[in-house]
């Protein structure tokens, strides 16, 4: 029995986005581990921020611009990920360089994670970011928290038995005046 044209079609084209979703992931994975060595190259590099001050401009152009085009880099939930390394990256360089990450974090906090809050990948990337940098999210200028816990919350209710023990840690930090 031979395969109808459309049938063959259908398949060629599924194959053709596996395949291109294989490359999308290895091309975010790449990225993801570019910014992660460059964080570290810059957080241990003994010069005074200069190597910072260097590449910033790079990842800046990357995280800023990147994301700030929604249908190319913000709507696939696999790229949590890259997106909180960028975040990272502008949590331990921003003040050498004077730049104010802000806008970057109410990005994901406000646009991106609603979006994408039901993904268990991108919940737990997002808690275990939030956890790590707790004190950094909490005070100074970023204080996203007060701004962000509906969003939180939300990977609360998508996964109510996934997540409780890093939700129940950032609950006192979403708390305060600004989130009544």
């Known amino acids: 029995m031979q395969t109808p044209p459309h049938a063959a079609r259908g398949a060629a084209a599924a194959a053709a986005a596996e ?3 294989r490359n999308e992931l290895l091309v975010e994975a790449t990225a993801l581990e570019a910014i992660r060595t460059l964080d570290a190259l810059c957080s241990h590099a003994e010069d005074g921020g200069a190597c910072a001050a260097r590449i910033f401009p ?7 611009d990147g994301f700030n085009r929604p249908s190319e880099r913000t709507a696939c939930p696999q790229r949590a990920c890259v997106f909180l390394g960028v975040m990272q990256f502008f949590l331990n360089h921003a003040r050498v360089v004077t730049f104010d990450a ?3 974090f109410r990005l994901f906090f ?3 994670l609603p979006a994408h809050d039901a993904d268990p990948f991108v919940a737990w990337s997002t808690l275990s970011f ?3 940098n707790l004190r950094s999210l909490l005070h100074g200028e970023l204080s996203i928290f007060s701004r962000a816990f509906p969003a939180i919350l939300r990977i609360g209710l998508a ?3 996934s997540f409780v023990d890093q939700l129940v840690e950032l609950l006192p930090a979403m708390i305060g005046p600004e989130s009544w």
């Open 110 to 112: 406000l646009g991106y």
């Open 159 to 161: 996964h109510p038995t």
């Open 102 to 104: 802000a806008p970057i």
């Open 130 to 132: 939030c956890a790590r």
């Open 58 to 64: 790079f990842i800046r152009r990357f995280g800023v």
């Open 19 to 21: 395949a291109f979703s």
